[in-house]
């Protein structure tokens, strides 16, 4: 018995000196910032709408901080919010505790060029894509395409295969595929298309056949893209 017994005094003696080792550790309780949004966490607005932001309330641990705010386009990259250009802005908000630790909380302000679809196809739209035939739920009514206007009168169109990639697969916005045309006859369907490509990915997409139905509120179009595959991409007008 004193042989197994010795073993095990020896192991509590360890124990107990690492325990009173450890004791001299202080854990540290930091609160990060916590956020309380005033108003819509998403905002539509026609163009030349006024937006007075009503912005945050940031606390730590219950008490009230500062915070600073920030802005992008998401599709032109401006950093203040204009009203006047259409675009998908993200405003940002971002505190500090009083140890260092940043957190932030974001607002969506859709800015829209409100067409009419007889002469004007901007607008903010959904979008629903099947990719060489195939349609799937989780590329239906994906949100959210926009078309506006570029200062050479041509339409630019924020993804010219619907959100099947940024949204539809989750990769985001690195892998819109940015599209232009220039509407020769909106009401005659007859557009100039210029080719574009994806994203991350790259390659050469072709769009064709775009159509502005003004009864339903859609434009629909198709674009082959030289990797293989086929978008058919049917936008629905979101009303603003």
Not at 80 to 87: G, K, Q, R, Y
Not at 116 to 132: A, M, P, Q
Not at 200 to 219: E, H, I, N
């Amino acid at each position: 018995m004193k042989k197994l017994l010795l073993p095990i005094i020896a192991m509590c003696t360890i124990l107990f000196t690492s325990c009173d080792s450890d004791s001299s550790n202080v854990s540290k309780v930091t609160f990060y910032p916590n956020f309380e949004m005033n108003g819509d966490s998403e905002v539509y607005l026609n163009v030349g709408e006024s937006f007075d932001d009503p912005g945050v309330v940031a606390t730590e641990d219950g008490a009230v901080i500062e915070y600073t705010t920030s802005v992008s386009g998401d599709l032109r990259g401006g950093k203040t919010l204009d009203t006047n250009v259409p675009d998908i802005y993200t405003v940002t908000y971002t505190a500090v505790n009083k140890d260092g630790f940043k957190g932030t909380t974001t607002r969506k302000v859709y800015v829209v060029d409100n067409g009419n679809l007889v002469d004007n196809i901007s607008g903010l739209y959904t979008s629903s894509c099947t990719r060489n035939g195939t349609i799937t739920p989780v590329y239906q009514d994906m949100k959210y395409v926009m078309i506006y206007k570029n200062a050479d009168g041509t339409y630019q169109i924020s993804d010219g295969i619907g959100l099947y990639y940024a949204v539809g697969r989750a990769y985001g916005p690195a892998y819109y595929a940015p599209a232009k045309v220039k509407a020769n006859s909106i009401s005659s369907n007859n557009y100039t298309y210029y080719q574009f490509t994806v994203g991350t990915f790259g390659g050469k997409c072709d769009m064709s056949g775009l159509v502005a139905d003004p009864a339903s509120q859609t434009v629909k179009f198709t674009t082959v893209w030289d990797s293989g595959y086929t978008f058919d991409v049917l936008l629905k007008k979101v009303q603003i």
